[in-house]
């Protein structure tokens, strides 16, 4: 079942039942009274109701009262029988008269697939057990944190799941220890408990609900309340509610970024898969979970190129019609250049980030971003000298710090006038350090490279003297 249920009061208009069907997605709302069940609430019955000028009035007037539920032990028969009878949208879980959880017919459907056998369906199994692969793939140190997580789970009566990335990236076979948590329950109370026990410190953010366990030898996890959340506008911030690990999951980006591992003692190691992650993982296919995941927030939009190239994966069909879509309806301009410049950054820093920027421009999203940021033969041949230039240093200079994304930056606002190299850095909201490497700094470099194609027999000597003065990013 679905939990926290999303319900309405039996005042409420058929125009405010409609905001909050579209604002968590879902298709029917139960109508309740001090807890009590009245009756069930549609999305086609309230849209009609609205057309037919009808969206002041209260729903209490057009529910359905004629409502089948389950109880929390009901069988799949059961449950099968009830929502194909009675026709409903959903069907109420109600234990000691309380309304605790919803089972749509998707839901249904989808339990339906994953009792028959896969070679049947072309989706795969929602559930498995991992821990195998767990125990061959992770540090044993790693292992155990993951196990001591459950237990005080367990012992609080939360759920707690490894969520995301670390999941994707184990199926996958790719090293990642950035551990994020998922706690059905009350993540702050968890994070104290835990790090009480285990020698360690947590930073909590009451806000959010969420915290930072911090180990003596500075080791890190992230710890969250299970929530979901929604848009009130384009591009605006998110407004946070607190939910089950199904819908904290719904609210990610993409599929593969949706895979939960349990790891409370009694289900340890069992992989849940609610939108067919595995699926896409196994196809090398990024897909958005809704087609309005770009309007909500088009930063997703960077970060589907970048899992796209650093995974070797294909955006899919209709994700790559969204983003075109997205790109043409200029979504970008809501967002603040903090925003923006975050997600470029992150392209910026991979390991070979010069992919993922012929990609972005292939879309047209670093022109969207400002007219000046395109991307021509001459900027791409030296993007690609430049990647060889950076490798070269990584691999000789370990202990030399530097900042990678700032030498790919300058290379894209290569031959800028100042007018626009400060119309550039005011959209991505640089800090005035970055600002000034890349006004002066990048002038410096660029004159620096005009005066040596001049002077090619100086001495080495006089060579060192001149470059001496420049920082890393402006020599690379």
């Given at each position: 079942m679905s939990f926290p249920v999303k319900s309405v009061s039996p005042e409420v208009t058929l125009e405010e039942?409609?905001?909050?069907?579209?604002?968590?997605?879902?298709?029917a709302l139960p109508v309740l009274a001090a807890d009590k069940l009245l009756g069930l609430i549609s999305r086609q019955t309230v849209e009609k109701g609205i057309f037919h000028?009808?969206?002041?009035?209260?729903?209490?007037?057009?529910?359905?009262?004629?409502?089948?539920?389950?109880?929390?032990?009901?069988?799949?028969?059961?449950?099968?029988?009830r929502l194909v009878i009675n026709k409903q949208r959903v069907l109420p879980v109600v234990e000691d008269g309380k309304v605790i959880g919803l089972i749509s017919r998707t839901d249904l459907l989808h339990l339906l697939i994953s009792e028959n056998d896969e070679a049947q369906w072309s989706q795969p199994l929602r559930t498995k057990n991992i821990v195998s692969l767990m125990r061959e793939r992770l540090p044993k140190d790693i292992l155990e944190i993951l196990a001591q997580v459950g237990l005080v789970a367990a012992e609080l009566k939360f759920s707690a799941y490894v969520v995301g990335g670390f999941v994707r990236d184990l199926l996958l076979k790719h090293e990642n220890l950035d551990i994020d948590i998922v706690i059905e329950g009350d993540a702050i109370d968890f994070a104290r408990r835990f790090a009480a026990r285990f020698g360690a410190r947590s930073r909590e953010f009451q806000k959010f609900k969420t915290a930072v366990i911090i180990f003596p030898d500075g080791f890190k996890i992230d710890v969250a309340t299970a929530r979901t959340e929604y848009y009130e506008a384009p591009g605006a911030l998110p407004i946070v509610e607190y939910s089950s690990i199904k819908m904290d999951l719904y609210r990610r980006d993409f599929?593969?970024?949706?895979?939960?591992?349990?790891?409370?003692?009694?289900?340890?190691?069992?992989?849940?898969?609610?939108?067919?992650?595995?699926?896409?993982?196994?196809?090398?296919?990024?897909?958005?979970?809704?087609?309005?995941?770009?309007?909500?927030?088009?930063?997703?939009?960077?970060?589907?190129?970048?899992?796209?190239?650093?995974?070797?994966?294909?955006?899919?069909?209709?994700?790559?019609?969204?983003?075109?879509?997205?790109?043409?309806?200029?979504?970008?301009?809501?967002?603040?250049?903090?925003?923006?410049?975050?997600?470029?950054?992150?392209?910026?820093?991979?390991?070979?980030?010069?992919?993922?920027?012929?990609?972005?421009?292939?879309?047209?999203?670093?022109?969207?971003?400002?007219?000046?940021?395109?991307?021509?033969?001459?900027?791409?041949?030296?993007?690609h000298s430049v990647r060889e230039v950076v490798s070269w240093y990584d691999l000789l200079f370990v202990d030399t710090p530097y900042t990678k994304w700032m030498v790919y930056l300058l290379v894209l606002m290569r031959?800028?006038?100042?007018?626009?190299?400060?119309?550039?850095?005011?959209?991505?909201?640089?800090?005035?350090?970055?600002?000034?490497?890349?006004?002066?700094?990048?002038?410096?470099?660029?004159?620096?490279?005009?005066?040596?194609?001049?002077?090619?027999?100086?001495?080495?000597?006089?060579?060192?003297?001149?470059?001496?003065?420049?920082?890393?990013?402006?020599?690379?």
């Open positions: 039942a409609e905001v909050i069907l579209n604002r968590y997605n879902i298709n000028g009808l969206k002041g009035h209260q729903v209490v007037d057009y529910m359905n009262s004629e409502v089948a539920t389950v109880d929390p032990e009901a069988s799949i028969a059961e449950i099968r029988d599929t593969i970024n949706t895979l939960a591992v349990c790891l409370n003692p009694d289900k340890f190691g069992l992989l849940v898969d609610f939108f067919s992650a595995q699926r896409d993982i196994k196809e090398k296919t990024i897909r958005v979970l809704h087609s309005l995941s770009f309007v909500e927030d088009p930063t997703r939009i960077f970060r589907a190129v970048r899992f796209e190239q650093r995974f070797g994966f294909t955006i899919g069909k209709m994700t790559e019609g969204l983003i075109k879509n997205a790109v043409k309806m200029d979504f970008f301009r809501r967002l603040s250049g903090h925003r923006v410049f975050g997600e470029l950054c992150q392209i910026l820093e991979e390991d070979d980030p010069v992919p993922a920027l012929l990609r972005l421009a292939e879309f047209d999203l670093l022109v969207s971003l400002h007219p000046a940021l395109k991307i021509d033969k001459k900027t791409a041949d030296a993007l031959g800028m006038d100042p007018e626009t190299t400060t119309d550039v850095c005011n959209r991505l909201e640089l800090a005035p350090r970055h600002r000034e490497m890349a006004d002066s700094g990048r002038r410096d470099a660029e004159n620096f490279l005009h005066w040596i194609q001049r002077s090619p027999a100086m001495k080495n000597s006089e060579l060192y003297r001149r470059l001496s003065g420049f920082k890393i990013e402006q020599a690379l």
